[in-house]
T-cell receptor
Framework: DAGVIQSPRHEVTEMGQEVTLRCKPISGHDYLFWYRQTMMRGLELLIY????????DSGMPEDRFSAKMPNASFSTLKIQPSEPRDSAVYFCASGDSRPPLVNGYTFGSGTRLTVV | AQTVTQSQPEMSVQEAETVTLSCTYD???????LFWYKQPPSRQMILVIR??????QNATENRFSVNFQKAAKSFSLKISDSQLGDAAMYFCAYRSGGETSGSRLTFGEGTQLTVNP
């Protein structure tokens, strides 16, 4: 398995533009998570899905952020309009709810977003 | 809500020596799992070791071992025979074993480990 695949690896955009981050989870995993990592706030959970259904989006900073999972093999995180404070590394992770639950989640390589 | 605390922002160790990274957590649950992740400069999050709360035996993975003290809610990571490749940010993480929690991972703030040759 190729693991969790995120694209793009780097994204530089101008303030006000729309940004779309993409994630392909590991086949067979039924959980998908979006995390954001910054120096100031560390790793924050933004939203997660179970069987393609959003379960908890309480970590999404504001209405400018939205996430979708149209099928089991694809998810997007969209920021519209983007702002400089959105600059961060965004991680996608997937996991399996079947036992043994002790298995941790597998993370993608992350997307480094810079909004100028 | 569960919280995870790593009180050591930075640690350093000499190559071939042993180092221990600290982690404490707060929870009212009895069923949960704990993890240590490693994040090298490549920024990839790599699972290092895992522990089930119901197991008394401390987990071990080659040079990595944990000291799990459930009553004290402590979960430290010991790295033996440190190698240059161990230099990274280390994150402690908590996952609930209950169905109502949604299985999210809650992370600590991280400890930056430097390995000196």
């Amino acid at each position: 398995d190729a693991g969790v695949i995120q694209s793009p690896r780097h994204e530089v955009t101008e303030m006000g533009q729309e940004v779309t981050l993409r994630c392909k989870p590991i086949s067979g995993h039924d959980y998908l998570f979006w995390y954001r990592q910054t120096m100031m706030r560390g790793l924050e959970l933004l939203i997660y899905f179970n069987n393609n259904v959003p379960i908890d989006d309480s970590g999404m900073p504001e209405d400018r952020f939205s996430a979708k999972m149209p099928n089991a093999s694809f998810s997007t995180l969209k920021i519209q309009p983007s702002e400089p404070r959105d600059s961060a590394v965004y991680f996608c992770a997937s996991g399996d709810s079947r036992p043994p639950l002790v298995n941790g989640y597998t993370f993608g390589s992350g997307t480094r977003l810079t909004v100028v | 809500a569960q919280t995870v605390t790593q009180s050591q922002p930075e640690m350093s160790v000499q190559e071939a020596e042993t180092v221990t990274l600290s982690c404490t957590y707060d929870t009212s649950e009895s069923d949960y799992y704990l993890f240590w992740y490693k994040q090298p400069p490549s920024r990839q999050m790599i699972l290092v070791i895992r522990q089930e709360a119901y197991k008394q035996q401390n987990a071990t993975e080659n040079r990595f071992s944990v000291n799990f003290q459930k009553a004290a809610k402590s979960f430290s990571l010991k790295i033996s025979d440190s190698q240059l490749g161990d230099a990274a940010m280390y994150f402690c993480a908590y996952r609930s074993g209950g169905e109502t929690s949604g299985s999210r991972l809650t992370f600590g703030e991280g400890t930056q480990l430097t390995v000196n040759p």
